[in-house]
């Protein structure tokens, strides 16, 4: 009886287990991570790995030069290459419903990420104030133009918009960060699902071919 509480709470465990990735911009140039419950992979940047210096070949002894040169053996006439063989294409109603799973896999899959964190802070240059308090308008319309739509399509979690003005900055600076997590038991499930629904349509597919090799379609006059 034990042993299937442990195993319960095994499988209980990995089912919320976040995979997912958390990408960062900034000053530093781009980070990109992979992440796996409490593990995170670095992507990019990658670490260079320091070359080890190769010990000096010795120069290869040369052979001594025959005095008479053997014939070149004859060589076996060249074939001609094949003529390319061009892909047939299949039928665009079969691969509609194909496509129709695809995108509901891709919108219930939309639905289950979570952004756990958002972070944008967007730092405005310039001399002339005029121009940067137009500019601060803008962004912050941008910003209120994006943000519902980021909300309508993932669940939020937290997030931190700001836009602030420098009159010493070189140039405008943004400092980006984005977690998306999903956990393994939604992405199984989702796997699972649409899995079943795409087997559903090759299998469909495979009979429909089948029957239209053997058999002549019905016809609705007859």
């Keep these: 009886m034990m042993g299937w509480w442990i195993a319960l709470g095994v499988i209980f465990l990995l089912g919320i287990l976040p995979l997912g990735v958390s ?23 990658r670490k260079k790995k320091e070359k080890k210096p190769k010990p000096a070949k010795k120069p290869a002894e040369q052979p001594k030069k025959q005095e008479e040169s053997l014939p070149n053996p004859p060589q076996p006439p060249k074939q001609a290459p094949a003529a390319d063989k061009k892909e047939k294409g299949g039928s665009l109603p079969d691969f509609l419903p ?11 899959f939309r639905r289950k990420l979570r952004v756990n964190r958002l972070e944008l802070k967007l730092i405005l240059a310039g001399g002339d104030p005029c121009d940067l308090a137009v500019n601060y308008g803008r ?20 997030r931190d918009v700001e836009v602030e003005c420098d009159f010493t900055a070189p140039e405008t600076l943004v400092i980006a960060r984005l977690d998306l997590t999903i956990t393994l038991g939604r992405l199984l499930g989702l796997a699972i699902v649409y899995g079943i629904r795409a087997l559903k349509e090759f299998l469909l597919l495979q009979k429909k071919r089948k029957g239209g090799a053997t058999h002549e379609p019905d016809s609705q006059y007859a």
């Design 23 to 45: 990408a960062r911009y900034g000053g530093e140039g781009a980070l990109l991570r992979v992440i796996a419950g409490p593990v995170r992979l670095t992507l990019f940047p």
């Design 139 to 158: 962004a912050w319309a941008a910003v209120g133009n994006l943000m519902p739509r980021l909300e309508r399509l993932f669940v939020i979690k937290k």
């Design 98 to 108: 194909l496509v129709k799973v695809a995108l509901n896999f891709l919108g219930d």
